[in-house]
Each structure stands twice: as structure tokens, then as C-alpha cells.
């Protein structure tokens, strides 16, 4: 049996030209690390009911959320605890959702990593499923998680909308302010 090493390593241009500075850091790319970093987890959770894992990736996104200064109008000007929170549950949230989507993929990026496959050999076989499924890509979020009753609503895209900030943008499809007041919530609890 071959040693394993979980974790995340992840690369945007984009997202590093505006972390020094070449660029207007965007909410886009925030999310898009978010949703990426948060996806192991997400995948133990879907898989096995419960994310024990995860602690690295976790802790990778609570640093790079603290290392953030202000840059743009829209930049959330304090990453505070219930802000990192909230971030961490949407990314988690929105990482779950595509992973249902994209399950053919999914499950062919396990079978490969089963049988020891290469980064290249991993790739290929998620382009394979998605090609096979009729899977491209996605442009618009499939739902969210309304703060409703103790543990949250699910709302498909085109439900009757919410009264409830951000939420209300999110389902009408524009998620650039999407989770900053908290309206999405991951029903993981790392600590059960």
C-alpha cells in the first residue's frame, strides 16, 4: 500500500496577479479559492457523512482570508471569525453542489486516484466522464442555503426569492455578494 498526502495545492494566475497587487483583488477569485480549497472536505462529507479531514485546508483558507487587505471598493474590509465562518461553509456549500453535478466526474477522478494515477492521468480521466456524461461547464449556481430554521433552506435557482440581502442577488444568479452577510450555511459540524 502507497503512502497518501491529502491536502490542496492550488495555483490562479489571476488570483496571485491580485494578491500582489498587479490587479483589483476581485470577490470572484476569493470564492473561486474558496469553493476550491474546501472541495476535500466537501467530498469526505458527501462520501462518507461526516468531513474528519480537512484540517490543513481549513486553516489554509481561515490564513489566506486574514492575509487579505482591503483592495477594491467591494473587498469585505475585516475577515473577522464569523465572516472566515460563514466564507468557509459557502465554499463548502458551493463545493458539495458541484460535485453532486459533476458525480460521473467525481467518481472517475477516485477511480483514477485508486489506481494510482498521475496528475495528467486524474485529468483525463475527469475530461473523459465529462465528455461521456455530457458535462460542461457550469455558469450559474444550481441553489443556496437560506439562514432559515436551525439548520438552513435549500433553494434552487428560480425558487421564489427571499427577502434577505444577499441571498436575493444569489438567486437571481449574480454571486459576487453572495456570502457576505451569511446567508449560506454548510451543514457539516467538524467537531460531532
Given at each position: 500500500?502507497?503512502a497518501?498526502?491529502?491536502?490542496?495545492?492550488?495555483?490562479?494566475?489571476?488570483?496571485?496577479?491580485?494578491?500582489?497587487?498587479?490587479?483589483?483583488?476581485t470577490?470572484?477569485?476569493?470564492?473561486?479559492?474558496?469553493?476550491?480549497?474546501?472541495?476535500?472536505?466537501?467530498?469526505?462529507?458527501?462520501?462518507?457523512?461526516?468531513?474528519?479531514?480537512?484540517?490543513?485546508?481549513?486553516?489554509?483558507?481561515?490564513?489566506?482570508?486574514?492575509?487579505?487587505?482591503?483592495?477594491?471598493?467591494?473587498?469585505?474590509?475585516?475577515?473577522n471569525?464569523?465572516l472566515?465562518?460563514?466564507?468557509?461553509?459557502?465554499?463548502?456549500t458551493?463545493?458539495?453542489?458541484?460535485?453532486?453535478?459533476?458525480?460521473?466526474?467525481?467518481?472517475?477522478?477516485?477511480?483514477?486516484?485508486?489506481?494510482?494515477?498521475?496528475?495528467?492521468?486524474c485529468?483525463?480521466?475527469i475530461?473523459?466522464?465529462a465528455?461521456?456524461?455530457?458535462l460542461g461547464?457550469?455558469h450559474?449556481?444550481?441553489?443556496?442555503?437560506l439562514e432559515?430554521?436551525?439548520?438552513?433552506k435549500?433553494?434552487?435557482?428560480?425558487?421564489?426569492?427571499?427577502g434577505?440581502?444577499?441571498?436575493?442577488?444569489?438567486?437571481?444568479?449574480?454571486?459576487?455578494?453572495?456570502?457576505?452577510?451569511?446567508?449560506?450555511?454548510?451543514?457539516?459540524?467538524?467537531?460531532?
Amino acid at each position: 500500500s502507497r503512502a497518501v498526502s491529502a491536502g490542496t495545492s492550488y495555483y490562479d494566475l489571476d488570483l496571485s496577479e491580485q494578491i500582489s497587487g498587479m490587479k483589483p483583488l476581485t470577490r470572484e477569485s476569493i470564492d473561486r479559492y474558496s469553493i476550491i480549497v474546501m472541495g476535500g472536505i466537501a467530498a469526505e462529507a458527501v462520501e462518507f457523512g461526516r468531513a474528519d479531514g480537512g484540517a490543513g485546508d481549513e486553516e489554509a483558507l481561515v490564513r489566506f482570508l486574514r492575509s487579505l487587505n482591503p483592495r477594491s471598493s467591494n473587498a469585505v474590509s475585516t475577515w473577522n471569525p464569523d465572516l472566515i465562518k460563514n466564507q468557509a461553509r459557502w465554499g463548502a456549500t458551493q463545493a458539495v453542489l458541484l460535485l453532486k453535478e459533476y458525480k460521473p466526474c467525481y467518481d472517475a477522478l477516485v477511480d483514477a486516484l485508486e489506481r494510482g494515477g498521475e496528475l495528467g492521468q486524474c485529468v483525463v480521466a475527469i475530461e473523459e466522464a465529462a465528455a461521456r456524461e455530457g458535462l460542461g461547464w457550469l455558469h450559474k449556481p444550481l441553489g443556496v442555503v437560506l439562514e432559515e430554521g436551525e439548520f438552513g433552506k435549500w433553494a434552487e435557482i428560480g425558487e421564489e426569492k427571499s427577502g434577505n440581502g444577499g441571498t436575493t442577488d444569489l438567486i437571481s444568479g449574480d454571486m459576487s455578494q453572495s456570502n457576505s452577510n451569511g446567508a449560506s450555511t454548510m451543514l457539516i459540524d467538524k467537531t460531532a
